[in-house]
């Protein structure tokens, strides 16, 4: 996807997002809804036009965003181990 802001520079940034819930694996490329696709984020520098005016030329400040610049495999967790601690087992 394309991200546009007229008050940034660069205006246009591309960034990336997850087609599939789940993630390709094994030999055929299916789907395994066992993991989760879930993206990766890079922080960028960009430069944010302020309302200010100088020698008749805009105004920019230096800003970090984050972009999402992949997606990666998480395994998904079982809706039972979310509960409990595994240290207050010991």
């Known amino acids: 996807r394309i ?3 007229p008050t940034r ?4 940034i591309p960034e990336a997002y997850c087609l599939c819930r789940g ?10 809804l066992r993991f989760r696709s879930t993206p990766v984020y ?5 430069l944010r036009r302020t309302a200010a005016c100088a ?3 805009y ?9 999402a610049v992949g997606c990666t ?4 967790q079982d809706k039972e181990a979310e509960g409990t ?3 207050m087992d010991k």
């Open 3 to 5: 991200s546009y802001d």
């Open 9 to 12: 520079y660069p205006k246009y």
């Open 23 to 32: 993630c390709l694996t094994g030999a055929f490329g299916e789907e395994n």
């Open 42 to 46: 890079m922080p960028t520098v960009i």
């Open 55 to 57: 020698g008749g030329r």
């Open 59 to 67: 105004v920019y400040t230096e800003d970090y965003v984050t972009v």
């Open 73 to 76: 495999c998480v395994p998904e």
């Open 85 to 87: 601690n595994s240290s």
